[in-house]
């Protein structure tokens, strides 16, 4: 394993993602999406409590009583932590699925979803808003990750090979002049989870490839990293002083073999990237 990455779980998580940092808890929720497994890892112990809800979640976001909002397979929904429960709060009919989520800096929460036919752009993102959700972006695939810059007036939305920027008002909730922010070759593999740094950086973990990337404001690849599993799903900014990187990672699709070239795939990892993260808004919903 490189040295700059720490293993902390080694779960062989079908598809580990949504990674969330928890300042007052002092733990990383994530999701195995596959098994409809909520992880819960404990940074003072180093343990990691599983539970399994009763539907899948692929994005989580905080509220402000300290429990949880997601985007479920269908649409948006609470989690339970007590009871494992998952109660809907309202379907999203766009796309296949649900994917990648987060809060925006005003503290709602915005979902993607995705399509599975590649040449159907259909998929797009989504802003709850009290019971009903309403369509931010339109014409996404495969959307696997989004964030905001520390502004707050950039969505970065990462989709098939490429990240694409938004003009955002965050008064307003409104994403416009959408454009291609960076082209991702093939061989660099698949950008998903994204993270922004406080210096106004991107952060992409990329899928396939084990490269974690990090983009200039402008748009310049600046530094590569390579992470000890090719599989690299999820990215959250965590630590005391959001000094650390958090990194789900995938092993669906994996069969003897490719466990043995792959060891890590599906674990959670981290890294200390150099420079600190942008603190994460709660959900401001009832």
């Known amino acids: 394993m490189s040295e700059e990455f720490e293993l902390l779980v080694d779960r062989q998580a079908l598809c580990g993602t949504g990674p969330l940092w928890m300042s007052a808890l002092n733990c990383v929720y994530w999701v195995d999406l596959l098994r409809r497994e909520l992880h819960t890892y404990h940074r003072d112990t180093g343990a990691d409590d599983v539970r399994i809800l009763p539907g899948k979640v692929t994005a989580l976001g905080s509220t402000r009583q300290g429990q949880l909002i997601a985007a479920t397979e269908n649409g948006f929904g609470r989690v339970h932590l007590a009871r494992a429960g998952l109660d809907p709060v309202v379907q999203v009919r766009g796309g296949d699925r649900m994917g990648a989520g987060g809060c925006d800096p005003a503290g709602r929460f ?5 399509t599975y036919a590649g040449d159907l752009r259909a998929g797009g993102c989504y802003v709850l808003e009290g019971g ?3 369509l931010l ?3 996404l695939t495969g959307p696997g990750g989004l964030a905001w810059s520390p502004e707050g007036d950039k969505l970065y939305v990462t989709d098939l090979h490429a990240i694409w920027v938004y003009d955002y008002d965050v008064e307003r909730a409104r994403a416009v002049s959408g454009r291609q922010w960076v082209s991702c070759p093939e061989v660099e593999g698949t950008p998903q989870g994204i993270a922004v740094d406080a210096e106004g950086c991107v952060w992409v973990a990329m899928h396939w490839t084990g490269r974690i990337h990090r983009y200039a404001p ?11 599993t090719r599989r690299v799903t999820g990215l959250a900014f ?3 002083r959001l000094e650390e990187l958090y990194v789900t990672s995938a092993c669906f699709g994996y069969d003897e ?4 070239a792959d060891r890590y795939a599906g674990s959670l990892l981290r890294f200390r990237p150099g420079t600190t993260g942008v603190p994460r808004s709660s959900w401001q919903g009832i």
């Open 238 to 240: 965590g630590g005391s």
């Open 218 to 228: 402008g748009g310049d690849l600046e530094t590569v990293l390579w992470a000890p």
């Open 132 to 134: 009903r959700a309403r």
């Open 257 to 260: 073999i490719a466990f043995t």
């Open 110 to 114: 915005v979902a993607c979803t995705v």
């Open 137 to 139: 972006v339109d014409g």
